[in-house]
């Protein structure tokens, strides 16, 4: 009955969607017979699509193994939160949250949206229903959720260990949220050219939403980037990998658009970039999503894979796209240019941010696609990892984060270089000090990682100078969140540059009973354990952590034998301390009754999380400070 | 769905197939050179395991990457060059087998798209700006 | 805005588009083939994996006549399957050779009680340095070699019964 409850809503959203796009289709081209209904459609298809994700979720709660979904992916011994969020651990479950989030984002401009045109507004929410109506058929025609299964199998199959853990939970919803929420800004950007109206007003009705979308992003790439980190045993928090690549690059776009969108409110300038990259970033979504369920590329992290869902996935990115980037090239001849800038200016260092964020994009998406490229155009197979993308996005990355330093400290309209370099010699001189200073401590230290720490110093001042001279208390909210953010990235690249350079790691083959030193840590192996629980055995070693005179820790890394499905994991054990984290692992035994100890010292590795945790703070705060202000102001012309 | 199990299953080690042998000597251990082990370590990450769904040999629980591991810390030991070993795998297996790749008449856009992105990036941008009056 | 810089972004994306389309249509293959086809088999000498057989070397292998090399271990599910398609070989007269990977003498032995033994030799590549240098990735696989010890073909996975035939007739040919 629920499942057949939650499959009557998806049609009837999708019913609904119908119309939505239909209503605002005719609005746009002048006939307001239904215009009326276009908001409330929204709300409405909102509304079913969430009973269809809560019904599911509740189905898979109550582990209702009538419905094939569930019992591919559930399980009845399994803890309550990964039931619940064994939901979206599949492709049906999560490509229904993703048309959720869709709908309710579209019904969240339909119904918190007030500073847009009307026409542009409806607009907007036809294009919204023009990417759903593609969605729901993927979801009804080709991944349905709640098909039955007959007969009704005894148990689950769903006990997969490393589908149960909090990390995984978390991350698919904030990631979603972000790559979904993004669709907003393209709709945006549909209605605007649909509309020609194209200017400061739409750029700051726009800017919420991008913000909103670009926290969660944050939030999402960096909880994943730590879960992937504790859990896969290697002690590696970024590999480049096709999956983490397709999560990247929407946040890229979005980052450039959040600056860009801030240039056309204020200036009223880059207004065919804003457009363009309000199309790239949702663009970057969905060919993320394509490349993650198609099986097209090789990945760790790849979902189910299955050809045929993904031709019909492929086909939505050609028509939405190339419709997209179509109505672009026809379109955007026609928006009037907006003004021009000074090569020194707040606005020139913005389009630096653009440029260097685009190219960046670009880097990573041809690296990720150049392996199939080859393939097609000449047959060989190639691999591209690492090393390309540190290489290559390496040094431009740095060069943006000098930008990012000088950028703020650059008046709007028109400035000066002395001014400029007395406003930014502070943070030049720490630079080079602290360039100096970890040279001749490290002089074997790789260049990227030395500029780095250096870079990350100077932008770590750079980014407070700003408050400098302010009343704190005064001080716009929007202009801390600026602040906070590029500390935050500041912070983060200070601790992927400390990861990089002075990572320690000892692999032993221990004995009970012997010491290994790593780092300031003195280690003993003092047992080795078998333990249980209800779905794993394992080998569990007790280590004694001890830091010079300080107190002693136990540490328990564990080498998990599971037996439904039979994987074996293995579950580290982390120490943190304020200047970094001991990182440890138990492996196999050798033929001599030795054991083998992977044991890490990583100094500072937290500030990457750290960082990224400080950037979507910063951004939350932006998002309040200007909403707020909104709110007060509503006819506000300058910031 | 089984084939998302499986996926996932790689990460960790698949216990259908294996051999039950101890795993090589210098599988597993560090080379007792610092710099060497550092040489070895380095050349590691961007190899890739042949087995496996998009990793390299440092970071695989997989046999044939733990022997692949041990034959790059025995060359490095023996004085052999790290770009000699990865053009020896590279002769086997093909470009695919690394991670870092050639510079060759195939890959030279790859290596050039930094340059020619900026590139035109700039260009397109040059006319966002105007001339500055003195 | 310029022509071209305003249609390129639809452009470009049709290329992307035309590569991922590939991607869809394009057989899956995850085999990665040996580059050494067609090169001399490498130096090697392997000591016997098992009482009863001797070891192999490179040197058995080019002299004179063409061999089958299969890699294989007693621990590889799918090698059973391929079993019987070995002895169909060795019993048209082809000399097959085995290399056993990361292997027990005793584990060797019950799997040749069980599953028969067409192997004239045995090497035991204990840290899979042979099947390395070889260019091979996983097991089973075979490599026809002919009598100047130059490989001439490669079978990834276990041979099927219907390719018996076919290698047969190119160890055959070979010289």
Redesign the interface.
């Known amino acids: 009955m629920i499942a057949e409850a939650g499959l009557a809503a998806l049609w009837l959203g999708a019913a609904l969607c119908a119309l939505q796009l239909v209503a605002a289709g005719l609005a746009v081209r002048g006939q307001d017979a239904l215009a009326g209904i276009v908001r409330p459609v929204a709300v409405a298809q909102a509304a079913l699509t969430a009973l269809a994700f809560a019904l599911l979720i509740l189905l898979f709660v109550r582990v209702d193994l009538s419905v094939a979904l569930v019992f591919?992916?559930d399980h009845s011994a399994k803890p309550f939160l990964y039931r619940f969020a064994a939901a979206w651990g599949?492709?049906e479950g999560s490509m229904l949250m993703w048309v959720a989030i869709l709908t309710v984002a579209g019904a969240a401009v339909a119904l918190f949206e007030r500073k847009l045109e009307e026409r542009t507004l409806l607009a907007t929410l036809g294009g919204q229903a023009a990417i759903g109506l593609g969605f729901y058929a993927f979801l009804l025609f080709a991944s349905n959720p709640f098909a039955r299964l007959f007969p009704v199998p005894p148990e689950g199959?769903g006990l997969?260990?490393?589908?149960q853990d909090p990390g995984l939970a978390f991350h698919p919803p904030t990631l979603y949220l972000g790559y979904v929420g993004l669709s907003v800004a393209f709709s945006f950007a549909i209605g605007a050219l649909l509309t020609r109206d194209v200017g400061p007003a739409f750029a700051r009705a726009m800017r919420p939403w991008v913000l909103g979308a670009w926290i969660f992003l944050t939030i999402g790439i960096t909880a994943g980037s730590y879960w992937a980190y504790y859990e896969?045993g290697?002690g590696?928090w970024w590999?480049w990998?096709?999956v983490e690549n397709a999560s990247l690059m929407p946040w890229l776009a979005a980052t450039a658009l959040l600056h860009s969108v801030t240039v056309l409110a204020t200036r009223d300038?880059?207004r065919?970039?804003t457009l363009?990259l309000a199309v790239?970033a949702f663009?970057m979504s969905m060919?993320g999503t394509?490349l993650v369920r198609?099986?097209?590329?090789?990945?760790?992290h790849?979902?189910?894979?299955d050809?045929r869902r993904?031709?019909f996935l492929?086909a939505l990115?050609?028509i939405y796209?190339?419709g997209a980037?179509?109505l672009?090239?026809a379109r955007?001849?026609t928006v009037r240019e907006g003004s021009?800038?000074?090569?020194?200016s707040r606005e020139?260092g913005l389009?630096a941010n653009?440029?260097?964020l685009?190219?960046i994009l670009?880097?990573v998406?041809?690296?990720t696609?150049?392996p199939?490229?080859?393939?097609?155009a000449?047959g060989?197979?190639?691999?591209?990892?690492?090393?390309?993308f540190n290489a290559?996005?390496g040094?431009?990355a740095l060069i943006l984060v000098a930008i990012m330093a000088a950028g703020p400290l650059l008046r709007w309209r028109r400035d000066n270089l002395k001014p400029l370099a007395r406003r930014i010699a502070p943070a030049a001189i720490l630079a080079l000090a602290v360039l100096a200073a970890v040279k001749l401590a490290a002089p074997t230290i790789h260049i990227l990682s030395l500029l780095g720490l250096s870079l990350a110093a100077g932008l770590a001042l750079a980014s407070v100078a700003p408050l400098w001279k302010r009343n704190l208390l005064r001080t716009p909210l929007f202009v801390w969140g600026m602040v906070v953010a590029h500390l935050g990235v500041a912070v983060s690249l200070a601790g992927m540059a400390c990861d990089s350079s002075f990572t320690v790691?000892?692999?032993?083959?221990a004995r009970v009973g012997e010491r290994v030193a790593v780092g300031p840590y003195s280690i003993t192996l003092d047992a080795i354990d078998p333990t249980f629980a209800e779905n794993w055995q394992a080998l569990q070693a007790t280590l004694l952590v001890r830091r010079g005179e300080g107190d002693t820790l136990t540490l328990t890394p564990q080498a998990r034998?599971y037996w439904a499905?039979?994987?074996?994991?293995?579950e580290t054990a982390i120490h943190t301390a304020l200047d970094g984290q001991l990182y440890t692992v138990i492996?196999?035994?050798?033929?001599d009754g030795r054991w083998?100890l992977?044991l890490w010292w990583k100094p500072f590795v937290t500030l990457i999380w750290a960082g990224g945790a400080l950037i979507a703070l910063g951004g939350a705060l932006a998002l309040v400070g200007r909403v707020w202000r909104g709110r007060r102001k509503p006819a506000e012309q300058w910031l | 769905m089984t084939r998302l199990f499986l996926a996932l299953a790689l990460i960790a080690a698949p216990v259908l197939a294996d051999s039950d042998m101890p795993p090589a000597p210098l599988a597993d251990t560090q080379l007792p050179d610092p710099r060497q082990e550092a040489q070895a370590q380095a050349l590691m990450e961007t190899i890739r395991c042949l087995v496996c769904q998009g990793q390299s040999i440092a970071d695989s629980n997989a046999e044939l990457a733990g022997d692949m591991r041990a034959m790059v810390r025995q060359r490095i030991a023996a004085g052999e060059k790290p770009a000699a070993i990865r053009a020896w795998l590279v002769r086997r297996y093909g470009s695919w087998v690394t991670y870092d790749p050639p510079l060759d008449r195939v890959t030279w856009i790859l290596w050039a798209a930094p340059i020619l992105f900026l590139g035109i990036g700039l260009w397109i941008a040059r006319s966002s700006f105007r001339r500055r009056r003195a | 805005m310029k022509q071209t810089v305003r249609w390129a972004p639809l452009v470009l994306f049709i290329l992307l588009g035309s590569a991922m389309t590939y991607g869809l249509a394009k057989p899956d293959s995850t085999n990665i083939r040996s580059k050494m086809i067609g090169a001399s088999v490498p130096t090697f000498t392997l000591p016997p994996a098992t009482a009863g057989l001797p070891g192999l070397a490179s040197s058995d292998l080019a002299a004179g006549r063409p061999h089958l090399v299969n890699i294989f271990a007693s621990w590889c599910v799918p090698c059973v399957a391929e079993a019987p398609q070995l002895k169909a070989i060795a019993d048209a007269g082809v000399p097959v050779m085995g290399i056993a990977v990361r292997d027990r003498p005793e584990a060797l032995q019950r799997f040749l009680a069980r599953n028969g033994n067409p192997f004239r030799a045995i090497g035991a590549d204990d840290a899979s340095q042979v099947q390395m240098a070889m260019g091979s990735s996983g097991v089973p696989e075979s490599f026809v070699v002919d009598g100047h010890g130059r490989i001439l073909s490669q079978v990834i996975g276990p041979i099927n019964p219907e390719d018996v035939a076919g290698i047969v007739a190119e160890v055959r040919a070979a010289r």
């Open positions: 591919e992916n599949n492709h199959r997969n260990p490393l589908l896969l290697w590696g590999f990998d096709p300038g880059l065919a970039w363009m790239l663009s060919i394509f198609s099986g097209i590329l090789t990945s760790v790849a979902f189910a894979v050809p993904g031709s492929l990115l050609f796209i190339g980037l179509a672009f090239g955007v001849g021009r800038f000074d090569p020194i020139a389009v653009n440029l260097l685009s190219a670009g880097i998406l041809v690296g696609l150049y199939l490229l080859v393939e097609a000449t060989t197979k190639l691999s591209v990892g690492p090393p390309y290559a996005a040094p431009l790691e000892k692999l032993v083959a034998a499905p039979p994987t074996e994991t293995s492996g196999k035994q050798a033929a083998q992977r």
